[in-house]
């Protein structure tokens, strides 16, 4: 089992729809929570970055951590053709006292999403 | 803020050869560095952790004498990947922490790599 699980779709809806993606995860030692985006043949963009349980919105964005069920969520409000894109769940542990672990990112597989007009 | 440049975009090489990618924090010091790799439609592979001043902690299964990493400056970060074969064609891609950030991490726009 991955310890971080993503749907990779793809996902096609129409321009100005609500988009759900999800990641579930198994690694109860991951506390920090982002989303990127990553454009064909570019590098993943940091969209949001959250700690706590809970709801973090960014304009159209909202990122929603769920820690008791291991599970997050980025919503898309109004959704536009530009926002067609992959995205990418990431999560990493605390420190550790070893020091060397910290700030490493595991991924999702990532989500194609198509926002056609 | 944030911004993370690697050089060059693309790369095309003939086996046998050794390549080297730069990854740069324009405008913020980055005390570890992260470098990734990405097979077509699949997600990023971490092959290795550096840290400024110190060796690389590559990731299991990742050959550290053939992807050199060095990281001798708060904003300069290179992977040298030594006798390149069609294998090794992929996308590279660095990330950059910032030293006052705990996790978040900004990268780069990444570096396509052809083996011929």
């Known amino acids: 089992q991955k310890e971080v699980e993503q749907d990779p779709g793809p996902l096609s809806v129409p321009e100005g729809a609500i988009v759900s993606l999800n990641c579930t995860y198994s690694n109860s030692a991951f506390q920090y929570f982002m989303w990127y985006r990553q454009y064909s043949r570019k590098g993943p963009e940091l969209l949001m970055y959250t700690y706590s349980s809970g709801n973090k919105e960014d304009g159209r964005f909202t990122a929603q951590v769920d820690k008791s069920s291991k599970y997050i969520s980025l919503f898309i409000r109004d959704s536009q053709p530009s926002d067609s894109a992959t995205y990418l769940c990431?999560?990493?542990?605390?420190?550790?006292?070893?020091?060397?672990?910290?700030?490493?990112?595991?991924f999702g597989q990532g989500t194609i999403l198509t926002v056609h007009p | 803020g944030a911004v993370v440049s690697q050089h060059p975009s693309r790369v095309i090489c003939k086996s046998g050869t050794s390549v080297k990618i730069e990854c740069r924090s324009l405008d913020f010091q980055a005390t570890t560095m992260f470098w990734y790799r990405q097979f077509p439609k699949q997600s990023l592979m971490l092959m290795a952790t550096s840290n400024e001043g110190s060796k690389a902690t590559y990731e299991q299964g990742v050959e550290k004498d053939k992807f050199l990493i060095n990281h001798a400056s708060l904003t300069l970060s290179t992977l040298t990947v030594t006798s390149a074969h069609p294998e090794d064609s992929s996308f590279y891609i660095c990330s950059a922490k910032d030293v006052s950030s705990y996790n978040e991490q900004f990268f780069g726009p990444g570096t396509r790599l052809t083996v011929l």
């Open positions: 990431a999560m990493s542990a605390v420190l550790s006292t070893g020091g060397t672990s910290y700030g490493k990112l595991t």
